[in-house]
C-alpha cells in the first residue's frame, strides 16, 4: 500500500512540474544580450530561427506567425561559452548569403552583429560552421 501511495505521490509531481509552463518572453522588453541563428532561403525561402537568451532560454520563432515558442534551456556553462564564443567572431562581420544561407546574430545594448553565408563561392572559417552547429545542438537535447 505504501508503494502505491509513494507511487501516486512521485507521479502527481512528475505531472504538476512537466505541466508548468514558461513565461513568454517579449524581446522588445528584454535587455540582456541574445543570439538568433537558424538557416533560411531554398525553394519554400522558409526561415528556421531559434533564439538563445543570455539566462539560457531558448525559443524556436515560427516563421508564419512570428510567435515564440520555448523549447528547452540549456546549461549555465554552454550558454555562457555560446556568447563569449560570438566575441571571437564579432570582430569580422560576414554577409555572403547564397539560395541556401546560415546565420547567427548578437544583440546587446541595441547593437547587433551579424555573420550570414550561404555563397558557395565565398570561403568560410570552419570555425563559423562549428559554432553554428554547437547553437544548434543546443536546441536538441531536449
Known sequence: MTRLLLFIA???CVFEISSCTVKSVDLL???EPIIRFGR????SGLKSEHILLHDGRIFRLDPVTDSLSYTGR?????TNIA?????HFS???LNSPGELYYY???ESDGNESHLVWGDRNVKIDPAITEYWNRLNSLTKTR
Open 40 to 43: 533560411g532561403g531554398g525553394i
Open 74 to 78: 540549456a546549461a549555465n556553462k554552454k
Open 104 to 106: 547567427i546574430s548578437h
Open 91 to 93: 570582430q569580422n562581420p
Open 29 to 31: 522588453e528584454y535587455h
Open 10 to 12: 512521485i507521479s502527481s
Open 83 to 87: 556568447f563569449s564564443d560570438f566575441e
